[in-house]
């Protein structure tokens, strides 16, 4: 896989658009990031939830690594792009993708101070 075939999956997805966060390409949809490709265009990133990475990884080790930090923590997942297949980061792409689609909690009301 290279960044061009990772940024065609991404692009392939239901409203999504490309970006730059922290100068390195993002994808957004709804507003909300669910992959970037890292500075050295060799890692991608795709944001799983926690149980989804764990698939992932456990399933393929030597494409999906958690990334470091709380970020890893909370289901951000890096995808090496010498080891990795269309088909598989696709899967990866959807959730991430799907994710996006999860509606906000609404914020907490402020309550009225007497």
């Known amino acids: 896989m290279t960044p061009k075939d990772f940024r065609r999956i991404a692009l392939g997805m239901q409203g999504a658009s490309e970006g730059e966060h922290m100068a390195h390409p ?13 500075p050295d265009a060799r890692w991608g990133m795709v944001k799983l939830s926690p149980e989804q990475q764990h698939e992932f990884v456990s399933a393929e080790p030597e494409t999906f690594v958690p990334a470091k930090g709380a970020w890893g923590r909370s289901g951000c997942t890096m995808v ?23 509606t906000k909690t609404s914020p907490r009301t402020k309550k009225s101070r007497r």
């Open 80 to 102: 090496q792009f010498a080891t990795a297949d269309g088909e598989t980061v696709g899967e990866a792409m959807t959730l991430a993708w799907k994710g996006t689609l999860k």
């Open 26 to 38: 993002d994808f957004r949809a709804n507003g909300r990031i669910f992959a970037t490709i890292a």
